[in-house]
């Protein structure tokens, strides 16, 4: 079956760091990928996402690009912020037929970032 | 804002009990996936629904159950409650349609303490 493995956390970083959080993937088939967020007290909300191989999401200075070869979705920041503060989900789906995309999670990695 | 509605935002109750669930997706999407979310077990897949039908199960217990009702909202019915069921239940919706790339949009979360 389908299975997302991160790296645990917690992470604990100063501000202006640079983050990575890796993420890798065992999948049948060409999933889609992505990175959600949670932040404390909410649910979780979409990050950033790529489709195919080789495809880069980014988003609020975040980036991630679909590793095929190496079945790998890594996020990365150039420079942390306080508010950046989360826990960091990677996902994948497979769907068929537009009506069933079930997104399969990691662990959550949690982010502090320190002022 | 997801979107997505889900309600009760809080609930305690007994062991024994029985609780319902309310989720109404984003205006648009015929999918809604339940998801629970607790310390140790990270984020599971429950059940999914399009469109009022049942079309994916995960780890769902048979003293939980779920139905997607004509006008697209959803319930989960929780029974027989247990300690061990005390977490935080997601609701989520996609577009669900031979479109999208499986991007689904989350609520808030009920958080159910069981005592």
């Known amino acids: 079956g389908n299975s997302v493995t991160q790296m645990e956390g917690p992470v604990t970083l100063s501000e202006e760091a640079f983050l990575t959080i890796n993420c890798t993937y065992t999948?049948?088939?060409?999933?889609?990928l992505f990175w959600y967020v949670q932040y404390p007290g909410e649910g979780l909300q979409l990050l950033l996402k790529a489709t195919k191989a080789d495809d880069k999401g980014s988003n609020k200075g975040f980036e991630a690009t679909y590793r095929k070869e190496t079945t790998s979705f890594h996020l990365e920041k150039g420079s942390v912020q306080v508010s950046d503060s989360a826990v960091y989900f990677c996902a994948l789906s497979e769907g068929s037929g537009g009506s069933n995309y079930k997104l399969t999670f990691g662990k959550g990695t949690l982010l502090t970032v320190n002022p | 804002d997801s979107g997505v509605t889900q309600t009760p935002k809080h609930l305690i109750t007994a062991t024994g009990q029985r609780v319902t669930l309310r989720c109404s997706p984003r205006?648009?999407?015929?999918?809604v996936y339940w998801y629970q979310q607790s310390l140790d077990q990270g984020l599971q897949f429950l059940i999914q629904?399009?469109?009022?039908?049942?079309?994916a199960k995960g780890n769902i217990l048979e003293r939980f159950s779920a139905q997607q009702f004509p006008d697209l909202h959803s319930e989960l019915n929780l029974s027989s409650l247990e300690l061990g069921d005390s977490a935080l239940y997601f609701c989520a919706s996609s577009v669900g349609l031979a479109r999208g790339t499986g991007e689904l949009f989350f609520g808030e979360g009920s958080r159910l303490t069981v005592l």
């Open positions: 629904y399009y469109n009022g039908e049942e079309r």
């Open positions: 205006s648009g999407d015929l999918s």
């Open positions: 999948a049948t088939g060409y999933p889609s």
